[in-house]
């Protein structure tokens, strides 16, 4: 019998042992790179703020935020919210090369621009996009990284190609498939469509899907058109945010946000943090983009890449969304 019960005990801490680990495991925080258009849109900003949020919850790790459009604003405005949530030393990177350069038509950029503090005066004066996920990845744990996409395939496409350097001996195909766990991109519609993102550069986006070495998670138009948020915080007594800046300028701009911006980006920050599990359901396969940027999907048992459908409705998950962008900095302001 005592043979017995100190089996039972063994076994029982091997058990909570192995628990433990897991939950250990399950509970480690998204490492995140966030690579953003922000500019011609605004859901950007609502997306940004949410991933500071989960880093202020201790969800997720960012490790840098680059800009995939070229606009003279895109830059400094990532680095206002940066800077508005206590994490002014972000690295900010923008491509180097030739791009999409797109402004914003509420001219909500060049308020929170000139109202808040940051240090980047112009997106030409950020790092080399590529040069920043080089040296960050080749710093990171294998299968390690999020890469969250929200805008142009641009700096995605850089990478890709770009060679080995005094950060790796890996050209940027092996450097992604060794270090990258998931890309998640809101990109596309599905099962089809033709998609701003896709289609502004259709050469990168084409590139990217067909030569991306690991998953690739989309949430398409349709996902984020159904989602809307931006009322509670405009009427939140929240006061001297970016945040609530942008969405109070652009609301009224436009009678479709009568009820809250579509929230295309917050969900692929959603998915890159929480995954789709509860929220979404998946169908498996692989995008196809045409040469006039727009996209099919092609169904395959195989495939490595997913689009997302609903599961949870539209109106939770944009309460869910919109109650982590109203969220106010916790760490000390730069």
């Known amino acids: 019998m005592k043979k017995i019960l100190l089996t039972l005990m063994a076994c029982s801490l091997v058990f ?13 925080p998204a490492r995140i790179i966030f690579d953003t258009d922000m500019g011609p849109d605004y859901d950007d900003v609502g997306a940004l703020a949410f ?5 202020d919850s201790g969800k997720a790790v960012i490790l840098a935020t680059v800009a995939s459009n070229k606009h003279e604003l895109v830059a400094p405005s990532i680095d206002v919210l940066n800077t508005y949530f206590g994490r002014g030393d972000l690295p900010v990177g923008a491509p180097k090369t030739p791009g999409v350069n797109l402004g914003s038509s509420q001219h909500w950029a060049d308020s929170i621009v000139e109202k808040y503090p940051h240090d980047i005066l112009s997106t030409s004066q950020a790092s080399d996009a590529v040069e920043i996920y080089r040296r960050i990845l080749s710093k990171e744990d294998d299968h ?13 496409a850089n990478l890709l190609i770009s060679k080995p350097d005094n950060y790796s ?9 060794k270090k990258i766990k998931r890309l998640v991109s809101m990109a596309g519609g599905f099962p089809s469509g033709k998609e701003f993102n896709i289609f502004m550069d259709s050469v990168a986006s084409k590139y990217v899907y067909e030569n991306w070495p690991g998953e690739i998670i989309f949430t398409g138009f349709e996902i ?19 945040v609530k800046d942008v969405f109070r300028i652009s609301i009224p701009l436009a009678e479709e946000d009568k009820n809250g911006r579509m929230s295309w980006d917050e969900t692929a920050v959603l998915i890159g943090v929480y995954g789709t599990e509860g929220f979404f359901d998946t169908v ?10 727009s996209n099919t999907w092609e169904d395959k048992s195989d495939g490595n890449q997913y689009y997302v459908k609903f599961k949870k409705p539209a109106g939770e998950i944009g309460d869910f969304i919109e109650a982590r962008m109203m969220h106010q900095p916790v760490l000390k302001k730069k």
Request: aromatic share 2%; hydrophobic share 35%.
């Open 144 to 156: 390690s990284v999020t890469l969250v996409t929200v805008g142009f395939l641009t700096n995605l």
């Open 51 to 55: 991933l500071h949020a989960m880093a």
């Open 16 to 28: 909570l042992s192995c628990s433990n680990q897991t939950s250990d495991k399950m509970s480690k």
């Open 169 to 177: 001996s890996l050209d940027g195909k092996a450097l992604v498939s």
């Open 224 to 242: 984020g058109s159904k989602i809307h948020t931006g009322i509670k915080l405009i009427n939140s007594d929240i006061k001297n945010s970016p």
């Open 284 to 293: 498996k396969g692989k995008i196809i983009v045409n040469p006039d940027g």
